[in-house]
C-alpha cells in the first residue's frame, strides 16, 4: 500500500511553532488533524518512517476514529508500526472515553434519550453485540449498568428471567435495557418487538417498571418505549443520532 511505503516528513524538519504539540498549545487540540491528534498518543514513529505518517496509515487501515474506537488489544497489537505498549495506551485512552461519558450521562430516566444517554457510551463503538441492562430504583434514578451479554447476542437467546433477576439482585424497582446492532442497521427485528413486548408483561407481574428498549447503531439510536410509558414522539418509536441526540426528544430519524 502507499502508505506503508510513506515516509512523510519527519517532526524535526517541521518549524517548531507549527508542531503538533505546539499550535495545541497555541491554539487548542481543535486545531489539529487526525492524523496530528493520533500522532500526539504514538509518541513516536519508526525506522524511516515519522509518527505523522505512522499515524496516518493506523487511521487508514481501520478506518479513521470510529474504527480505531473498535478495535481491541490484540488485534491493534498487531498492526504495523503500533506494538503492545501502542496497542495498551489507545485501548486505555478509548475506555477513558467511554467511562467519562457513562458517568456524565447518569440522570434519571426521565425518557428514552435518559436511557439512550446512559447505554450509548458502552454501545457505541463496538464490533461485537452487547446486551446491557440499566437497573434504577423506584424513581427511575440509575444503580447500575449491568452487561448480560457481550458478543454474538440472539435477542431470542435473552430470556425476561435472566433480566428480571439482574434488577431484583440490585434492588432495583424499574429498569430499561438496550443492545447494539455492529451491523450499522437500526431497525429493529421481530425478536426485538417481542423480548420487548415480553420484559413489559414479566416486569408487570412483578411490580417493576419497565422503562423501555434501546437499540444504538453507529451514532444512531432508537427506542422500542414500554407500553406503559408515556409517549415522546409521533411514532411507535423514538430516535436520535450523536452525543446530543436532541432529535430522539423530538421523535425525529
Not at 496516518?56 to 476514529?65: A, E, I
Amino acid at each position: 500500500m502507499a502508505d506503508e511505503e510513506e515516509e512523510g516528513e519527519a517532526l524535526a524538519n517541521i518549524p517548531h511553532h507549527d508542531r503538533p504539540r505546539e499550535r495545541m498549545r497555541r491554539l487548542g487540540i481543535g486545531s489539529l488533524t487526525d492524523d496530528e491528534v493520533l500522532a500526539l498518543v504514538l509518541g513516536s514513529g519508526q525506522t524511516g518512517r515519522s509518527v505523522l505518517a505512522l499515524a496516518r496509515s493506523v487511521l487508514r487501515r481501520t478506518g479513521g476514529f470510529p474504527g480505531l474506537a473498535t478495535m481491541d488489544f490484540a488485534r491493534l497489537e498487531n498492526l504495523p508500526g503500533v506494538g503492545p505498549a501502542t496497542a495498551g495506551r489507545l485501548v486505555a485512552i478509548t475506555e477513558i472515553w467511554r467511562r467519562a461519558g457513562a458517568s456524565s450521562a447518569w440522570t434519571r430516566l426521565v425518557d428514552q434519550k435518559a436511557v439512550a444517554d446512559v447505554v450509548r457510551p458502552e454501545l457505541l463503538h463496538r464490533d461485537s453485540e452487547r446486551f446491557v441492562v440499566v437497573v434504577a430504583d423506584r424513581a427511575s434514578r440509575p444503580i447500575e449498568l449491568v452487561l448480560l451479554r457481550d458478543g454474538g447476542v440472539d435477542e431470542s437467546a435473552i430470556q425476561p428471567a435472566d433480566v428480571l433477576q439482574a434488577v431484583l439482585t440490585r434492588g432495583g424497582r424499574s429498569f430499561a435495557v438496550a443492545h447494539n446492532h455492529p451491523s450499522g442497521v437500526l431497525d429493529a427485528s421481530v425478536a426485538d418487538l417481542m423480548l420487548t413486548r415480553r420484559l413489559d408483561q414479566s416486569a408487570a407481574t412483578l411490580g417493576l417498571r419497565f422503562l423501555g428498549h434501546v437499540l444504538v447503531a453507529g451514532d444512531a439510536w432508537t427506542s422500542l418505549p414500554a407500553a406503559g410509558s408515556a409517549p415522546t414522539g409521533s411514532g411507535a418509536s423514538v430516535r436520535g443520532r450523536g452525543r446530543s441526540s436532541r432529535a430522539g426528544s423530538r421523535g425525529a430519524a
